[in-house]
């Protein structure tokens, strides 16, 4: 969506700019959380994406069936489509991320018990009881889970995906092994230094997404400077009482991530809450 949106401000109008989605509308999925403990109404964190349509990207709805990168060729619905450039952001179907100390801290200041290597086996049918791989167990009044996930089907079988099951791009241009073809946000894996991938953010999508447009307006009409992805980024992390704290840094720093994590105040959270307004008002 970023990268229509920017593409189509920045190209003349005999090019084409295509949305291919299979949802009628975009979900704000940090006010996600807020959705949860009730303090936000779903139609209040979602847009139609044809409103995209007032800026001029053409909004397809279907399902990606095929991708054919040597070709920059999809299949939506049983319609082909072809382009000069192809950019693959589908997201994941659903590993959790190692939280940092400082989240650990915040997380148990508030009396909730983390269990760091325990892995789910089952969540049992007949009560609200988990039961982990290593024996132990907890029940809980509300479960928000999430599943170990991975790159959707049609991009595993598009001959995209590395060894890590996820699209392999170039880290600074997202560019795929494939020509004009390039692959940004959930649906990558940029292996750092530490040996864990960049953590999968809206703000790292949004960021390439970028990057990947003005990389594609320099390529058709030469103009610009080369754009590159520097791996900076920064994450609300609500605590609730109306505060949150904010993650920021450099995850391409070397050998490990420079992150700093400001403790929780009013003031984040009313970043975060500007942060939703000003996104829903710009692309929608
Ligand atoms: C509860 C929650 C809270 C979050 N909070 C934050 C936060 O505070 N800050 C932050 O930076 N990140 C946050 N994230 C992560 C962020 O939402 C994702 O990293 C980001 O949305 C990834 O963008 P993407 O474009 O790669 O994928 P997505 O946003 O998942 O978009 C992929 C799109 O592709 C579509 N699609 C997939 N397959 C097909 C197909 N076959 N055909 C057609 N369409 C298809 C999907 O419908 C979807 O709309 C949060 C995520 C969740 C779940």
């Known amino acids: 969506m970023v990268a229509a949106t920017e593409l189509r401000k920045a190209l003349p109008t005999r090019h084409r700019v295509v949305l291919v989605e299979r949802e009628s509308s975009s979900v704000f999925a940090p006010s996600l959380l807020w959705l949860m403990t009730g303090s936000r109404p779903a139609e209040q964190i979602s847009r139609p994406m044809t409103r995209l349509e007032k800026n001029g990207v053409e909004v397809v709805r279907g399902e990606i069936e095929r991708i054919d990168p040597g070709k920059r060729e ?149 103009k610009g400077k080369p754009a590159s992805f520097d791996g900076a980024g920064g994450c609300f992390i609500e605590t609730g009482d109306g505060k949150a704290g904010l993650g920021k840094g450099n995850f391409y720093a070397e050998p490990v991530p420079e992150v700093k994590i400001h403790p929780p105040g009013r003031h984040w959270h009313f970043a975060k809450v500007l942060f939703e307004k000003r996104w829903l008002k710009r692309w929608f």
């Open 74 to 222: 999809i299949v939506v619905s049983g319609r082909t489509l072809t382009g000069d450039y192809l950019i693959v952001a589908l997201g994941a179907e659903l590993a959790p991320e190692a939280v940092s100390q400082a989240v650990r801290q915040m997380v148990e200041a508030k009396g909730i018990a983390y269990h760091p290597e325990h892995q789910i086996q089952e969540v049992a049918g007949s009560g609200p009881r988990l039961k982990c791989m290593n024996g132990a167990g907890a029940s809980f009044d509300l479960l928000a889970y999430v599943p170990a996930h991975r790159a959707p089907k049609v991009v595993r079988e598009s001959g995209l995906v590395g060894a890590s099951g996820w699209v392999s791009v170039d880290r600074h241009t997202l560019e795929t092994q494939y020509d004009g073809v390039y692959a940004l946000g959930d649906v990558v894996a940029i292996p750092l230094k530490l040996g864990k991938p960049l953590p999968k953010a809206g703000v790292f999508a949004h960021a390439e997404a970028d990057v990947v447009a003005r990389n594609i307006v320099r390529s058709i009409t030469g």
